[in-house]
């Protein structure tokens, strides 16, 4: 049975490039999802860190990870003080 040497060569190159297209989708969809990353977090007002989100008594604000500066969003300062109503240190700041 004789090998049609051109068709063999046509399919050994369509599996190569088909290969090839894989790696270069998985390495951008790994690209992409490190971005998506980076850009969840914002940028510290105060240094060049990122603010990351951190829960504090079942409210979420927002931390820095290089100056450990506490920041935040509206309304939340709020909620920390109201929830501090014991008689806490942070509910004495605002007396």
Request: glycine fraction near 8%; hydrophobic fraction near 35%.
């Amino acid at each position: 049975m004789p090998i049609d040497l051109e068709s063999r060569g046509r399919a050994l190159e369509n599996e190569y490039f088909h290969r090839k297209e894989q790696e270069l989708i998985e390495k951008l969809k790994g690209h992409m999802a490190l971005e998506q990353a980076h850009d969840a977090g914002m940028d510290c007002p105060r240094c060049d860190g990122r603010l990351l989100e951190a829960d504090y008594q079942h409210i979420k604000i927002d931390v820095c990870n290089k100056c450990h500066g506490v920041w935040f969003d509206a309304g939340e300062l709020a909620l920390v003080i109201d929830n501090d109503k014991e008689g806490g240190w942070f509910s004495r700041l605002f007396d």
